[in-house]
């Protein structure tokens, strides 16, 4: 059954992202974000409905994606901490999905070897969403970085906001362990730790010293931004038991 | 999404009668008027402003349907959703590319939208209460767009023309879209029927306003006529759309809000009762609900991305800087 687990905190992670993402529809600094912000929410969406399909198939319980996405509590979520976070603003937002992609892309690169099938055809897809995502999320880091006082300020801020979730990317829950259809998450990090530190150089950013890595997401022990955004994500579905939509 | 019938344009132009009558045979050949051509003032002044209308109504669009992204009832409509408040920027996006060949900048466009001396389509500035109203505005909001739109992709300028070719498609795949949500709702639980049903009340009357004043109070409207920005009067495309919307409620059993709506054997179409327009110019000059919420966010959005886009152009301008210096050293 770990299966179902990792499968579970590959899914959150993606749906909560782009649903964070989402959140942004209509607000962006430019129209051009206002299309490129929807367009990774999609990707991440996306992904999740496939990952949430599958497990609901490995499980066998009969649920569907809609039932694992707006039928499970905050205390049954498994992704981690980094993509909960608020929106904060925009040089925040770009360097968590910085993070986030530069840690999906390589992974899903690793999955593209894996002995299940319907894990290497999920890889091959999202493999080249993420390298999109990487290089439109960089060049703002790098723009941002690299840009104003106020924007390289912003950006650092993002940096120091951020960087202390990025530990738990490499971890995985006890009970979503020892996988073979799924990649080792410890194995990704010297490429991560490469893309970082390239694009950190080009944004004139300091990697900086965490003194207490936050993790806790994968154990289903998050913030307290979870709880409010899955309260808005679900309400809809909840308040119609067993409608069709 | 689509303008309402254009409103204030100022059509008054001051060529010569040789000059407007040589453009006005162009336009009887039904030859595309291009963004190097010689035209009147009045017409390019129009064409800005529809345009720019037109882009307004589109970004301001995304607004009430976003209002919805984060709390849609499942994946599956929440991606589509998502895909189709993306689908509106990008016709935002077209248009005002299309209202730049006439030599005004988004920028200045955008002003005059957070100023408030450029309109948007009024519809807008009606609230999203519950889920239902996301499938009305895909059925009822963008199929009004698409009657308005279709005959402009005839329109005489051609950029224009182009842009609307392209937006028209993804409208006629929003209405679909927003059709088959009220058919699901409509074929649902007495909760979903009821919530459409409510959802039709509410948003029938401000859509048929979207075409715009009556012909006989429409200004303006023969010489956009003559030029070809506008090919049928309000009234007729109004007809039109009531006459193909109301077989569709009716098939999925819902009522409409209008006591005196009944098919007109005579006339082969439907009669209608009278369009409340007091109710149509108060929102127009900003009482409605949602006015000051609409251009609010816009506002917001704008200010607070002002970081965000002056960082790209000092960040370019490094890039231009540090290219130049390494030049020379590059050569030698
Ligand atoms: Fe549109
Ligand atoms: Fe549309």
Redesign the interface.
Known sequence: MALFEALLELADDH?VLG?RL??W???????????AL??M??DL??T??TL?TYAGEVEGAGRD??AL??LRDEMEYRNCLLVERPNG??AQTMLRQLYFAAFMEPYWKAALESPDETVRGIAGKAVKEMAYHIRHAGEWV???G???E??AR?MQEAVEELHRYTDELFHSSAAARGVDALPDRAAIRPEWDRVIGEIFAEARLEIPQVPFPQQGGREMQHGEALGHMLA??Q???RA?P???? | MYAQGLIGADGKTGESPEFLEAFQKRIDAEEKIEPNDAMPEGYRKTLIRQIGQHAHSEIVGMLPEGNWITRAPSLKRKAALLAKVQDEGGHGLYLYSAAETLGVSREQMTEELHSGKAKYSSIFNYPTLTWADIGIIGWLVDGAAIMNQIPLCRCSYGPYARAMIRVCKEESFHQRQGYEIVMTLAQGTPAQREMVQDALNRWWWPVLMMFGPHDSDSQHSDQNMAWKIKRFSNDALRQKFVDATVPQGEYLGLTFPDPELKWNEEKGGYDFGPIDWDEFWRVVKGGGVMNRDRIRDRKAAWENGAWVREAALAHAEKRRQRAAEAAPIAAE
């Open positions: 749906l649903h989402s959140e529809c209509g607000h962006a600094p430019m129209l051009e974000e206002d299309l929807p367009n929410a999609l969406i996306g999740s409905r949430y994606e809609d996405a707006y603003d925009f790098i723009r941002l690299d840009g104003t106020e924007s912003r808005e994500m309400v809809t579905h119609h067993g409608a069709v939509w």
